[in-house]
């Protein structure tokens, strides 16, 4: 009778001890598939994928109509200034200098690194397209009666160098510097909604 009970108890250790090492790999199993899962499929290196809560209105630095859009902007359009995270002061960005040439004449020189998302340089002609849209009234940009009200002119002095000519003396023009820079191409071309150039790929200056 006591062999018939210690069998029985082997028996049930035996079972006990199969079905924890069975129920250790189901479990490793589907911990494996869970983690494949949230991988998902591989993706290009140079892609990065966000997850917004809404639809930005405007992705063009030109035409800032809500937050997210302006945030979205900056990532992907440098200026010639950008804002210092720690003083909030401007300091430069796709430029490497600025200096006074005179009380009304503002000079900015390109850094010799800038560059598109393509690969090509940005060049003074992209900058004076960038602001003489801004200006130009048919491009309907909000920002425009701020930039015509200090901005007379914007010249290409060399591809690497821009002279901004003001109507009067202004301490805050390098604020108005911080505008994201477009390639010519697409600075002179007719505003477009994100709608419209979702389905192509943005070239831009800024980090992303």
Request: charged share 25%.
């Amino acid at each position: 009778m006591t062999g018939q009970r210690e069998r029985g108890a082997d028996e049930r250790n035996a079972n006990s001890s199969t079905h924890r090492t069975t129920s250790r790999r189901v479990y490793h199993v589907l911990l494996a598939l869970s983690l494949a899962a949230c991988r998902g499929p591989a993706r290009a290196p140079d892609r990065l994928t966000m997850l917004v809560l809404s639809r930005p209105e405007h992705l063009d630095p030109r035409h800032p109509e809500d937050a997210l859009g302006a945030s979205l902007g900056k990532l992907l359009y440098r200026g010639l200034m950008e804002g210092d995270p720690v003083t909030f002061l401007p300091r430069p960005a796709l430029a490497v200098g600025a200096n006074w040439v005179d009380a009304t004449r503002y000079r900015v020189t390109l850094r010799s690194d800038a560059r598109f998302h393509d690969g090509t340089p940005v060049t003074a002609d992209d900058v004076v397209a960038t602001y003489e849209s801004v200006l130009d009234a048919s491009q309907h940009s909000r920002l425009r009666t701020t930039y015509a009200r200090l901005l007379r002119a914007v010249r290409a002095v060399d591809p690497r160098t821009i002279d901004f000519e003001l109507h009067r003396p202004d301490g805050s023009l390098e604020t108005l510097l911080q505008l994201g820079i477009l390639p010519q191409r697409d600075a002179r071309a007719l505003e477009r909604r994100p709608e419209e150039i979702a389905r192509e790929a943005l070239v831009g200056s800024g980090p992303m």
